[in-house]
């Protein structure tokens, strides 16, 4: 089974700061992993995924993440952020092999960008 | 880009009636697709998963008799909450599963449901 950690609840940053939200996962065999970003009251948006690679993988609206087999860590990243990227982030893992389709989901981080 | 049209955004229900939420992939065929339910504040719990011309599989704990999924098509999965109570009151997302996985995953803009 898989379990996804992340680590801080709650972020407040100030805007134009840099920020970086922390995934850590478990799993006895090999994972995808993935960022999502849920705006209020709305879905959930792919923000960027590693599948296989460079452990360095580019998202959209300028978020970063790197993947760290070692550590079991997926760490999401922006150099500078707006107030517009307010919102709840999710880390999910997916087993690469296996019949099921099922993300597993951590328990999301609220990133809070003050002016 | 792959597009899932969730409808309605808003429900409001009396108790005891019951509500179907349909999830559509709009210019792609989901072979299978998830329904989740999100608490305030809370991360997504998944309650199961639809494969097109099968029955659903629930995650332990789901009553599948009071959420009915049906996925009739490869384009349509529907969720009906069966005789509603206001404890059955959340956000409810789905979810599609492009083929070969490898194009990941495509949420619905998701459905608050109200229970009065």
């Known amino acids: 089974a898989q379990s996804v950690t992340q680590l801080d609840s709650q972020v407040p940053v100030f805007e134009e700061a840099p920020v970086e939200l922390r995934c850590n996962y478990s799993s006895s065999v090999s994972v995808y992993l993935f960022w999502y970003v849920q705006y209020p009251n709305q879905g959930l948006q792919l923000l960027l995924k590693?599948?296989?690679?460079?452990?360095l993988v580019k998202g959209i609206n300028g978020f970063e993440a790197e993947f760290n087999k070692s550590q079991t860590s997926f760490h999401l990243r922006k150099p500078s952020v707006h107030i517009s990227d307010t919102a709840e982030y999710f880390c999910?893992?997916?087993?690469?092999?296996?019949?099921?389709?099922?993300?597993?989901f951590g328990k999301g981080t609220k990133l809070t960008v003050n002016p | 880009g792959a597009v899932v049209s969730q409808h309605p955004s808003r429900v409001i229900c009396k108790s005891g009636t019951s509500v179907k939420i349909e999830c559509r992939s709009l210019?792609?065929?989901?072979?299978?697709m998830f329904w989740y339910r999100q608490f305030p504040k809370q991360s997504l719990m998944l309650m199961a998963t639809s494969n097109e011309g099968s029955k659903a599989t629930y995650e332990q704990g789901v009553e599948k008799d009071k959420f009915l999924i049906n996925h009739a098509s490869l384009t349509l999965s529907t969720l009906t909450v069966t005789s509603a109570h206001p404890e059955d009151s959340s956000f409810y997302i789905c979810?599609?599963?492009?083929?070969?996985?490898?194009?990941?995953?495509?949420f619905g803009s998701g459905t608050r449901l109200t229970v009065v």
């Open positions: 979810s599609a599963a492009l083929a070969g996985f490898n194009y990941g995953y495509t």
């Open positions: 590693y599948l296989s690679g460079s452990t």
């Open positions: 210019d792609f065929q989901a072979t299978t």
């Open positions: 999910a893992v997916k087993p690469t092999q296996g019949g099921s389709e099922k993300l597993v």
